[in-house]
């Protein structure tokens, strides 16, 4: 369990920005798998094993939000992240479990991304090459 | 018709109006005589007055007919049995009704009647001796029946007035009532600016009750802007007669107020000035009100803007930023090529902290975290370095404890933020700014928790401000600042059940202020899960 890397779900409807955010935490470390959209990313889940979603807010069809409430509706363990470029916290985030901004670069990303799968329990710690 | 004839020949006889009378009303004129002779003979001669004539045989007789009655004139003869004229005059004069009541004597002349008839010149009284003339008799009742009338219309028009007076006095009270029920303060000040009226509204509004103004000149109770005294209205009030506009006043406690004031000049009779009336209405709250809502209004719409824009420059910026760091530490790169990406992605991120920092505060979580007080000053102080370079401020920092709390950092950040941002405006040429954090153990509650301190060498805080400071839209920075910033800071404090304090004194070389933060190391549970789902 321990070599084997945090697979990480990420959502955003943007196709550039997603493209480079999983170059990013693949070269940190992590596996990434993506979805363009809420709907694909709960179909994703289905099939495959994901230790921690990192969604964008606002995105057509389900919100980064709203795909949090699906979620956690259907799999309550799995830790989320909101992502957002929008610097409010927005009322309906209470499914997910932090909040980040996009902004905030990759060193701080990473750090709250093993910062919330530490705490949540789901996997035992973070990826080796993370820090 | 003859009876009137002669009642107008006779107005004009004892009067010397032309212009006849329009009350007709009769008088009653009571003949008193033993011999039923003489008092036919009498109403014979009065006949032709128009009067009407009541005869009485006896001097009881009389007084019965007198007490029934209104009698203006009491004809009667002196020498009757039982009760003579003298007598009957008497009694008629003891009695307060009939001091008024002219009474003629009818007697053969003696010395010693004469005499007695001059004992009642106080009355209307006068005699006719016998044998009666008949002209000399209904001359005499003429005049004193016109007299009768006269006097019975002053009466009347006496009580008329007096019913006006009270009338009017009623109404001067109610309008004097209706003043004091208004809330606007009204008053009245004279030609010299000496103020003579004074309302309750105004006792409210000013703080100064009436007897302590009325006689006082207008200018030394009421400080006024943006003119210096009120006489300054007066061209206006001259040319116009009416001035109407809004004015800083300052109450008694030196509270200055916006009032809407209105004011006329009322003219004497010789077009001299009378007096200023003047009703004022506070207005302050309401422009208070408005001015708050405008900034709400403001800041909601560049809350939006700040959204949107942070939005649109967010998402590029992520990818750009990922862009550089996937750059930096591309193996094709050589040195020279590595270090442009990484000194691009350092500025990238300065643009990012920039964008953060300026387009709203953001809460990275919805539980408190473990969070340092250091770490959060030293944070603010980053952002106002450029003002500390600028404004010349020397920043002394002591952090004598690691201040580790459970907490919101985005809150604490906005708190210090407030009152850093305060301490370096209150410093425009520069200065010290001192920031202290240490323990500190509540001595009354055992409350454990972290004493923050942020002191300046800027230009103080004025007493009569001290108790304001903490209200919502209060600001001594006019137009630059919102008035909120404290009374935010203080309500996020209160929430972590904490306490901001200030001192100010006045030194020989310049002032010294100091704000004082009490954060409790831990704050309930309660408060926390409140603050979660907020």
Redesign the interface.
Known sequence: MRDEKPIILCVDD?E??LS??K??LE?LGYSVVTANSGAEALKLLEKHRVDLVLTDM?MPGLSGAELAREIKQRMPRIPIILF??????PED??YAD?????????ARMSA?ISEVLSQSGYLTGPADSAA | MAAATSWNTSTMNSQGHAKPMEDHEKVNILMVDDQPAKLLSYEVILEDLGENLIKAASANEALEHLLKKDIAIVLTDVSMPDIDGFDLAEMIRQHPRFQKTAIIFISGVHLTDVDRVKGYRQGAVDYITVPVIPELLRAKVSVFAELHRKRRQLELLNQQLEHRVSERTRELKQRADLLDLATEAIMVRDADGIIRFWNSGAEELYGWPRDEVLGRHVNDVIAIKPHNSHEDLHPDLFSFGRWEGNLIHSTRDGREIVVASRQALKSKGDGGIGAILEINRDITATLQTEEALRRAERLAAM?RV??II??????????I???F??LR?HPTLDDEARRYAQLGEEEL?RV?HI??QT????????HPVDISIPEILDNVLELQSRHFQLSRIEVEKLYETEARLFGFPMDLKQVFLNLITNAVQAMPGGGRLRLRVRDHVDPLTQVRGVYVYIGDTGSGIDAQHAKQLFEPFFSTKAAKGTGLGLWISKGIVQKYEGSIQFRSVRLAGGSATCFRVFLPAQFSAKTAKGRAVA
């Open positions: 943007e550039i920005p480079l955010r170059s990013v070269k606002l957002s470029g929008v610097n409010e916290i985030a209470g932090f909040f980040l901004s996009k902004v905030e670069g990759p709250k | 809350g700040a959204g942070a939005h649109e420059i967010n998402n590029p910026l992520e990818a930023i990922n862009a760091y996937l530490d991120l990012a964008v953060r387009l709203g505060f953001y809460r990275e979580s919805q």
